[in-house]
């Protein structure tokens, strides 16, 4: 943490010059600057934070670092994407929720190498996550939705409106001939 090259060193430095942050130091500092960051425009913070080693994080930290790269311009989420999309996987379903929402975040082009990934997690035990994956999903291009018309058309018979509604809008930016 002390070091001036660790990435929490970072995240504590660029979050001391916020409101209310400038007494608070060391890995408290960096839990904060995470959550600040995940509520908040804060381009710089959010890009130290982008640099901090998942797996150094618990699991409501990890859900942070997604919400505050989502917040990342398009470019810079999408150098960082290596790190968010192996979350799809965690063990807690808001950690993947929180994966999908980010990605839904990227450009088009990249968000459509990691369709596969995010198909792999529409049939998520959690609506929570099946909506997040929808969501992102429908960002991709429509010859890559394509490909997972069966997928999506299969959640509109899911018993949770918000499921069918999320599945309703992505199937609704394919052309009409394309779901014949």
């Known amino acids: ?8 060193f970072l995240v504590a430095s660029h979050a001391q010059r916020l409101p209310n942050m400038e007494k608070t130091s060391g890995p408290a500092c960096v839990l904060h600057a995470i959550g600040l960051a995940s509520k908040m425009q804060d381009e710089e913070l959010a890009r130290s934070v982008a640099e901090v080693p998942f797996e150094l994080l618990d699991p409501n930290m990890r859900k942070h670092v997604c919400n505050a790269m989502a917040k990342l311009p398009e470019e810079l989420l999408a150098q960082h994407i290596k790190e ?5 996987q965690d063990g807690r379903w808001d950690v993947r929720a929180a994966a999908a929402d980010a990605m839904a975040h990227l450009p088009p082009d990249v968000l ?8 792999a997690v529409l049939q998520d035990e959690f609506w929570q996550v099946r909506i997040a994956v929808v969501n992102a999903m429908s960002q991709l291009l429509q010859q890559v939705l ?35």
């Open 1 to 8: 943490l002390t070091s001036s090259n660790s990435p929490f």
């Open 84 to 88: 968010v999309a192996p979350l799809l």
């Open 112 to 119: 459509a190498t990691l369709a596969d990934q995010l198909a």
């Open 146 to 180: 394509a490909q997972y018309i069966g997928e999506l058309a299969k959640l509109l018979q899911h018993p949770l409106h918000t499921i069918r509604t999320a599945a309703c809008n992505a199937l609704a930016k394919m052309p009409a001939k394309a779901l014949a």
